[in-house]
């Protein structure tokens, strides 16, 4: 399973972006697909996820400022960002588990995108 995470960038303190990732590869399922991010210096932290059914789950630092969705049917999940902080610069990654048509269950991770947000 391959995750193919875009949109990342440079915007300022108060702006919008919105970060993508596809899954591709050997796929029966995804069960739930998530964005997590790593600041210099710090742990990996859930941002946000989603399961197939719609359920959402947000850190409580972007509660009311992100929003994850998903298009199962192009296995891609979405994470609207706005009112950005220079707080929420990190690398962003995307995550996504579920099962291969052999069956078998995986979970991968995208490659990163950074988001850098200036004040």
């Known amino acids: 399973v391959q995750l193919q995470a875009s949109g990342g960038g440079l915007v300022q303190a108060g702006g919008s972006l919105r970060l993508s990732c596809a899954a591709s590869?050997?796929?029966?399922?995804?069960?739930?697909m998530g964005w997590y991010r790593q600041a210099p210096g710090k742990q990996r932290e859930l941002v946000a996820d989603i399961t197939s059914g719609g359920r959402t789950n947000y850190a409580d630092f972007v509660k009311g400022r992100f929003t994850i969705s998903r298009d199962n049917a192009k296995k891609t999940v979405y994470l609207q960002m706005n009112s950005l902080k220079p707080e929420d610069t990190a690398v962003y990654y995307c995550?996504?588990?579920?099962?291969?048509?052999?069956?078998?269950?995986?979970?991968?991770w995208g490659q990163g995108t950074l988001v850098t947000v200036s004040s």
């Open positions: 995550n996504a588990g579920g099962l291969l048509t052999t069956m078998r269950l995986y979970e991968n």
């Open positions: 590869g050997n796929i029966f399922s995804i069960n739930v």
